[in-house]
């Protein structure tokens, strides 16, 4: 075979899989407009399109409107990955001073020897207001958000909104002077397409000049704005040039503030408090179905919403009367974007071991609190089934646990004598028993190793053992990051380190210790209430500049408060 019957073959067969891609492709005709309301006497566009090819297009009646252009036709065909797709449409400009609610009525076209018809559209016409031409009401600006009351963690969408129906050629907002008090703030990107809106009977063009998601950090009350936008005017009757630049009219607009109350979230007892708000989903896979006493299981639970991450903490919803239950793994947290919003999807993991055989009924749960209902949500995955028999077991245990039993002498049948030694001080009992003393710490050293490499120490008493050096460690990593000026992984870390001292230290779940019952759970525990207070106070601080960074002062004073709250619980 020659290369150019090669050649004839490849190209035979793309075009055979582009044919066939082409039939395969489901058909469907529609009718759209960009504006469902205008004002008498003014343009609105319909578009007919099919994403195929078509042919005999028959438009439809469409009084009371008069076309005033149109039908202006476009065709495009893109392939993808070998697959073809093939569109075409057809858009009018319409035009009527009838005020009502009038129908636009289906369009047809065939393709493919079947006949398809678009669905009927309604467009609203509205009496125009008098207005005239260069009056401040032909532009205006705006803040546009979704809400002005939210509560912490919670998302909303910022916009800076230009409405506009004068020659208006451009704009520009100037950042300096808005400031975001309360707020975590990331930037979006701006899709510059505009659309049609009619406020007060006059119709204007919408172009949103810049957007931003913030995150309420703290409550309170926050204000937003004003702001000034420096907006360039085109005078009337100018026309455009293409070799010379027009002549600009500046104009400076003011956009109005914007008051935002902030709430901590309402009060919950249910042990599946996460700390979430906003809108969540979840779901959760177990490792093990069935095991023995001696095994351990573990459950993940991924969770996605598009609340603030930092404040999402795992939920309880194992029973601490039959497991023993190690603190939360974060395994995975990532964020996206989807929608104009920003979500994060988080895994936790679980680690947990049975105390007792017998069968068990795992229900893993999440609560947020719902931002439209304003009420908690309990999400529920599918329920898991473990079946747990006895293991090997702890024989030490065994031997600690078992009664002792009293054992008593022999009666003596014959009397002896035995010579009253004069002194204890080197005599063979007293060289015995230093030598039964060293040899004991020896063994006690020796099976505590054991133990220790083995796993059968307790794990509670292992973690309150080691909770200072385990927190001096996490300090140590603070300090570095304060010395890299990297703010928000400094004060993640003291947060951290104090948090995971208190669970180690005192054997509270760290799934317990929320802002909420942080002071019930350590007042429990006998802490005073002064250093109760000086640890909220260190959380409060911590979270106020998670995202602000922090100067190198603030993370120094940060960082002796953290130390000193760990020596006074160390006592």
Not at 196 to 211: A, K, L, Q, T
Request: neutral net charge.
């Amino acid at each position: 075979m020659t290369s150019r019957d090669i050649r004839y073959w490849v190209l035979s067969i793309t075009f055979f899989m582009m044919w066939m891609s082409a039939i395969g492709q489901q058909l469907n005709f529609t009718a759209s407009a960009d504006a469902r309301k205008i004002v008498q006497n003014s343009v609105v566009y319909v578009e007919f399109s099919l994403n195929g090819d078509g042919t005999n297009f028959r438009q439809p009646n469409f009084k009371p409107f008069k076309v005033v252009s149109g039908p202006s036709q476009s065709s495009s065909m893109t392939i993808v990955n070998g697959a073809m797709t093939r569109s075409m449409s057809y858009k009018f400009g319409l035009r009527t001073d009838k005020i009502g609610t009038h129908t636009i009525r289906p369009a047809s076209i065939e393709s493919g020897g079947k006949t398809y018809s678009s669905k009927p559209i309604t467009i609203e016409v509205v009496k125009a207001a008098p207005r005239k031409q260069g009056d401040k009401e032909d532009y205006f600006v705006q803040i546009e958000t979704s809400t002005t009351d939210l509560y912490v963690g919670q998302q909303i969408k910022l916009d800076y909104v230009l409405y506009y129906n004068a020659n208006v050629r451009n704009f520009s907002i100037p950042d300096e002077g808005i400031e975001y008090d309360g707020f975590y703030v990331e930037e979006q990107r701006v899709n510059a397409q505009t659309t049609r809106e009619i406020i007060n009977g006059v119709e204007y063009r919408r172009r949103v000049m810049v957007s931003r998601l913030l995150f309420a950090q703290q409550t309170g009350t926050y204000t937003i704005g004003p702001f000034d936008v420096q907006l360039g005017i085109m005078p009337p009757g100018e026309k455009r040039s293409f070799f010379f630049s027009s002549r600009l009219i500046p104009e400076n607009v003011i956009g109005e503030e914007v008051t935002f109350r902030v709430s901590d979230l309402p009060p919950t007892t249910d042990p599946a408090a996460s700390n979430a708000v906003g809108k969540y989903q979840m779901n959760a896979t177990m490792s093990k179905n069935s095991i023995t006493t001696d095994d351990a299981v573990t459950l993940n639970m991924q969770i996605v919403g598009d609340g603030d991450s930092k404040f999402v903490i795992a939920p309880n919803f194992l029973s601490e009367n039959d497991f023993d239950i190690y603190d939360p793994n974060i395994i995975n947290d990532e964020t996206f974007q989807q929608n104009g919003l920003k979500y994060h999807r988080k895994t936790f993991e679980y680690l947990f071991v049975p105390k007792k055989p017998g069968r068990y009924l795992i229900r893993p749960k999440f609560q947020y609190f719902d931002v439209d209902s304003n009420n908690y949500v309990t999400l529920g995955s599918r329920s898991f089934n473990l079946n747990v028999v006895q293991g090997t077991g702890n024989k030490d245990l065994e031997i600690i646990n078992a009664d002792p039993a009293e054992k008593l002498m022999p009666i003596a049948t014959a009397t002896t004598f035995r010579k009253e030694n004069t002194g204890f001080y080197k005599s063979v009992p007293y060289w015995a028993l230093i030598g039964l003393s060293l040899l004991s710490m020896m063994l006690t050293g020796f099976v505590y190793y054991r133990k220790m490499k083995s796993g059968q120490l307790d794990p509670e008493v292992v973690r309150r053992q080691k909770a200072q050096e385990v927190a001096n460690t996490k300090l140590k990593n603070a300090s570095t990051f304060m010395n890299e000026n990297k703010g928000s992984a400094f004060y993640e870390e003291i947060i951290r380190a104090v948090k995971e001292y208190i669970s180690d230290k005192f054997g509270v779940p760290a799934t317990y210790l929320k802002k909420e019952t942080i002071a019930n759970s350590l007042e429990k525990e006998g802490v005073a209430s002064d250093t109760i207070g000086k640890i909220q106070s260190l959380f409060h601080t911590c979270e106020l500049n998670l995202y602000a960074g922090g100067s190198a002062d603030n993370m120094q004073s940060t960082f002796d408060q953290a130390s000193t709250i760990i020596s006074e619980l160390e006592g």
